[in-house]
C-alpha cells in the first residue's frame, strides 16, 4: 500500500527545486497505485509543466516507490 506520508516524502526532495524555480507540487490523492498532484506556482503556468511532471516528478516518485505505476495531473 502506498501511504501519503511516503510519497510527501519523496514530493519534499522534488520541492526543494521547484521552489528555487518559484513553484511547489500538491499531492491531491492516490488511486489505484496512481500518484495525483498538482503543479503550483510558476510551475503551474510554465509551458513545460507536462515534462517536468514526468521527467522530474514521476521519475522521482516511481524511483523511490516502485509500487506507483504513474504521477498524473489532478
Known amino acids: ?33 496512481i500518484v495525483y498532484v498538482k503543479l503550483t506556482g510558476a510551475c503551474g503556468t510554465c509551458p513545460m509543466s507536462q515534462l517536468t511532471l514526468k521527467n522530474w516528478v514521476e521519475a522521482t516518485v516511481r524511483k523511490e516507490i516502485p509500487q506507483v505505476k504513474a504521477v498524473q495531473s489532478a
Open 1 to 33: 500500500m502506498i501511504t501519503r506520508e511516503a510519497v510527501e516524502v519523496v514530493l519534499d526532495k522534488v520541492r526543494v527545486g521547484l521552489k528555487a524555480e518559484g513553484g511547489n507540487v500538491e499531492l491531491h490523492d492516490i488511486r489505484d497505485d
